[in-house]
């Protein structure tokens, strides 16, 4: 997973709770590896397009990998990761693939195709996955749900910037969480939350500078292989659940401001921040009152998306 985790607890039996959530963390790790060799992933991106027998925890993921791929559309798609590695943004690495090779890779850019019958996977020939998308959001729920059952009331996670709160703080009020600014240093504005999952996925996160004097990212468009500009810049999903806003978050940056919005008006059960290239920040009406634009930051022009299909 390579990401650090951050807690900040409350209550509850602290030192078991971390303890339970360090050994978590490493055991899923081992589970969903692309590179260790005795992991559950490393296992299906070698079979050579066989079945494969993994656990149940691995199974639901990638059923989950492939329904949120039909759901979205084709913006999340977990067999992209042989593509980002050619890209160079799993090595730091960084080289722009010719036109060529990325037209070859998009051949195995199919996740709809993977088959999966209870526990057993098939991958078809020649695809790889990666369960990065989602594999943090899914960590996050899980050691919410430890921390949770050591009796805490009271926590912020932070686990590779990826934000789970449980309950509010001590004094009752909301956390405060920053959405960074995607233009320069700092935040562009602050969150209040409570009992929530916060999850942003941003061009500024992973990127280089191409010899052309281009900027390119690692959150890439399955359709077309490359960098995704579709006009939004950063994509914060607010929810219940940490592995669907994790997985959302990727797939409204790749979507874009219109068919996000349609997506969110379509599906519910989150809300959304999204900070377009041009400058606006989209809140949807849901936390249209949890948004405060940072000092020096005010001149945000600030755009609240409303569910019109509940009107009427």
Sequence with gaps: MDTYMTVTVFDGNMDTALEESHAEIKRLEKLWSVTDKNSEIYSLDHSGGKTVAVGNETAELIRFAVEMNEKTDGALDISLYPILAE???????????????????????????????????????GMSIDLGSIGKGETGDRITAILKENGVTSAMLDLGGNIQTIGSKPDGSDWKIGIQDPFGDGNIAKLSVSDKCVITSGGYERFFVGEDGETYWHILDPSTGRPAHSGIVSATVVGDKGRLCDALSTSLFVMGEERAKEFWRNNGGFDMILITEDGRLLVTEGLENNVELADGRKDIKTEVIEDKTAVG
């Design 87 to 125: 890209w160079g943004f799993t090595t730091g690495d960084y080289k722009i693939p010719s036109d060529e090779t990325i037209t070859a890779m998009l051949q195995n850019v199919r996740c709809s195709e993977i088959g999966v019958e209870g526990q057993n996977i098939t991958l078809p020939q």
